[in-house]
């Protein structure tokens, strides 16, 4: 099996920072890509940004405020997240396109999600 684990969140003010992390871990021979979404209560879940090979893309909600980046050697993928605004609350979830080494082809597990919040 697969699992991600995310950490990271929290409750910040507006204007304020936060680095979530998410750790792969199981039976892995091969990361694809990974990837950050979050879901806002009554909303569905949005692409935040993803990062494949090293090259980065962001929904235009993030540009220029979240940094997305990975540290391949311990399967490993971060989201620095800057200049927070409330509109930015929700539970943000990690996925990865992952393939076992058992099988040769590769499907997408999805962690558990870490709660952040903004607000004054």
């Known amino acids: 099996q697969v699992q991600l684990a995310e950490s990271g969140g929290g409750l910040v003010q507006p204007g304020g920072s936060l680095r979530l992390s998410c750790a792969a871990s199981?039976?892995?021979?091969?990361?694809?890509?990974m990837g950050w979404y979050r879901q806002a209560p009554g909303k569905q879940r949005e692409l935040v940004a993803t990062?494949?090979?090293?090259?980065?893309t962001y929904a235009d909600s993030a540009k220029g405020r979240f940094t997305i980046s990975s540290d391949n050697a311990k399967n490993t993928v971060y989201l620095q997240t800057d200049s927070l605004k409330p509109e930015d609350t929700a539970v943000y979830y990690c996925?990865?396109?992952?393939?076992?080494?058992?099988?040769?082809?590769?499907?997408?597990?999805w962690g558990q999600g870490t709660q952040v919040t903004v607000s004054s």
């Open positions: 990062i494949t090979s090293g090259r980065s």
């Open positions: 996925n990865a396109n992952v393939r076992k080494c058992e099988f040769s082809n590769y499907a997408v597990y």
């Open positions: 199981g039976s892995i021979c091969s990361i694809k890509s």
